[in-house]
């Protein structure tokens, strides 16, 4: 397909509850939308950069620059297709984030061409996925309680608790007295050492299904070390940028499941890929989240139907962060989200939201 014009969207989409990061606490939740204009439709796709780079080093102001100034330039009247766009920009260094929303927009174009879902593109399954809820760090234990609860009630399969030094091990059993042998998991977004190890070994007295990121992500060896000192299993995720990254960590024993999320990997294809490896080795693993609109959140559920997502995702419910969505609600039953079937990603983009929570002037490359 010959790409016309690359738009971008800015919108600050109102949050239920604010997102605490280590600049600040969010009030809403700041998104880059990438539109793309080709000669058989159009397609979205989200980046799912925060508005700091707290995360990664990759923020929306960044991506959005990234994207004006290499990224759409480089596609601009040009034949692409998804699969061809990784190679056009591989000149450009890293932005995994701003490469994975451009990518996911072609997907979505191509796709609602010709007459393909996602999940179809992808390989899916499963009609439905399992979802888990990720849940902060809490001002206090009863604060956390309440929201943990209330998650158990909505009927979420699985709960991760946000941890970092001087809030683990309390926090991680209260929660797990609260919720009796529902599934827990921990993250830690890189907030430890490993003068940590012995420490963090006092987290196998909880059962937990696996720790998340406790090093920094270019820390793979502090991670094997962990993994040879712990029983509870650990996971990668802020260091797994692509496939052989991730085959590397598996192999070296740094890490025996595997969080995949396609905007830290430069797109849904390199996600797969992935998947398609962890299957083979027998390393389970599951679909993380970046606080999605709607159209984020499709691409997801489609790519968390795939056989080896055999733990339940960040998949939550739109009501977990928005009151609205910009698509149709994501809307949980039994625990679980319904995989979209329509074209392409399967969901509308809400034009009426759209403009009313635009906080920048929509940016046209073409
Ligand atoms: O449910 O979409 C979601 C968000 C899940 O906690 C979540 N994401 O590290 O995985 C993570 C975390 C995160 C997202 C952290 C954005 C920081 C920024």
Request: net charge negative; aromatic share 6%.
């Amino acid at each position: 397909m010959r790409v016309e014009a690359v738009e971008l969207h800015r919108i600050a989409m109102p949050l239920v509850r604010p997102f605490e990061t280590s600049f600040g606490r969010q009030l809403a939740r700041d998104v880059l939308l990438v539109h793309v204009l080709t000669d058989v439709g159009d397609g979205w796709g989200e980046c799912v950069a925060m508005a700091d780079p707290v995360y990664s080093s990759e923020f929306v102001a960044g991506c959005d620059a990234v994207i004006t100034t290499y990224l759409g330039p480089a596609i601009i009247g040009r034949e692409v297709t998804a699969e061809s766009f990784a190679g056009l920009t591989q000149f450009v260094i890293g932005h995994r984030m701003a490469k994975a929303a451009i990518e996911t927009a072609l997907l979505d174009a191509q796709t609602r061409a010709s007459g393909q879902s996602f999940a179809q593109y992808f390989g899916a399954t499963r009609e439905a996925v399992d979802c888990g809820v990720s849940v902060g760090i809490a001002p206090d234990l009863d604060t956390l309680l309440a929201e943990v609860q209330l998650y158990v009630d909505e009927g979420y399969r699985r709960i991760k608790l946000k941890i970092k030094p001087g809030w683990d091990l309390e926090p991680v059993r209260a929660v797990r007295d609260l919720i009796g042998d529902l599934p827990l998991q921990v993250d830690a977004n890189t907030a430890y050492t490993v003068a940590d190890v012995d420490h963090l070994r006092e987290l196998d007295a909880f059962g937990l299904l696996l720790i998340e990121q406790p090093f920094i992500e270019e820390d793979i060896a502090s991670h094997v070390v962990l993994s040879s000192a712990i029983e509870t299993p650990v996971c990668l995720d802020e260091s797994i940028v692509n496939t052989d990254v991730a085959l590397d960590a598996i192999e070296r024993g740094a890490t025996t499941i595997v969080n995949i999320k396609a905007g830290r990997m430069g797109g849904y294809l390199e996600a797969v890929r992935l998947h398609d490896a962890c299957l083979e080795l027998e390393i389970p693993v599951w679909c993380g989240g970046m606080l999605e609109t709607g159209i984020g959140r499709a691409a997801n559920v489609a790519l968390a139907a795939l056989d080896g997502f055999t733990l339940p995702g960040d998949t939550s419910g739109s009501s977990r962060y928005f009151a609205e969505d910009l698509t149709e609600p994501f809307v949980l039953d039994d625990g679980r989200l319904v995989v979209p079937r329509g074209v392409g990603s399967g969901v509308e983009v809400r034009t009426d939201l759209l403009t009313q929570w635009r906080s920048t002037p929509v940016v046209t490359v073409r």
